[in-house]
T-cell receptor
Framework: GQNIDQPTEMTATEGAIVQINCTYQ??????LFWYQQHAGEAPTFLSY????GLEEKGRFSSFLSRSKGYSYLLLKELQMKDSASYLC????????????FGKGTRLSVIA | DTGVSQDPRHKITKRGQNVTFRCDPI?????LYWYRQTLGQGPEFLTY????????KSRLLSDRFSAERPKGSFSTLEIQRTEQGDSAMYLC????????????FGSGTRLTVV
């Protein structure tokens, strides 16, 4: 089976740092992806990890530990426009398989 | 290229009617995916194509659902005998074969079955 867990909601203050965690149990693993989805809009690709470690991309970083089945998305210098849902998705076999998405974490950035 | 286009944006239908949605992917993307999303949930995989070939179909997809991509360009998703439980946002995404999991999503078709 496949199970992807992430917190349902988080709140953070403008200018702060927030970490959104994702744990997964899947039959195989071939990459973990993060997507951002603003309310009423389509998801957009943020980052992906295939190997253990941290991938940095501007204000956003993503970390992966394959042995722990764990990833996090780190958002620095939060801005109001970062208020959105953040979807963790796993590619569980080869590159040909479609992504399996978690339920998403709704982040609210407050002043 | 204007990205992934979906039509219609909204569809309200009566239970038991058939509906068809269209997706036009980014022209150079040979992979096309259909997902369904309900409020507070992540996208749920339905089916996907590589060029005109339908390579995988979710076991959750009943026989009432069918998808085509006849010329390897646009795709259609048809739902027959709609039920209230089919109410959802239907998302189409496309990707390059070289980056199969970097999806570009369309804005979706919101289906309401009354």
């Amino acid at each position: 089976g496949q199970n992807i867990d992430q917190p349902t909601e988080m709140t953070a203050t403008e200018g702060a740092i927030v970490q959104i965690n994702c744990t997964y149990q899947t039959s195989g693993f071939n990459g973990l992806f993060w997507y951002q989805q603003h309310a009423g809009e389509a998801p957009t690709f943020l980052s992906y990890n295939v190997l253990d470690g941290l991938e940095e991309k501007g204000r956003f970083s993503s970390f992966l530990s394959r042995s722990k089945g764990y990833s996090y998305l780190l958002l620095k210098e939060l801005q109001m426009k970062d208020s959105a849902s953040y979807l963790c998705a796993v590619r569980d076999k080869s590159g040909n398989t479609p992504l399996v998405f978690g339920k998403g974490t709704r982040l609210s950035v407050i002043a | 290229d204007t990205g992934v286009s979906q039509d219609p944006r909204h569809k309200i239908t009566k239970r038991g009617q058939n509906v068809t949605f269209r997706c036009d992917p980014i022209s150079e993307h040979n992979r096309l995916y259909w997902y369904r999303q309900t409020l507070g949930q992540g996208p749920e995989f339905l089916t996907y194509f590589q060029n005109e070939a339908q390579l995988e179909k979710s076991r959750l997809l009943s026989d009432r659902f069918s998808a085509e991509r006849p010329k390897g360009s646009f795709s259609t998703l048809e739902i027959q005998r709609t039920e209230q439980g089919d109410s959802a946002m239907y998302l189409c995404a496309s990707s390059l074969a070289s980056q199969p999991s970097v999806y570009t999503f369309g804005s979706g078709t919101r289906l309401t079955v009354v």
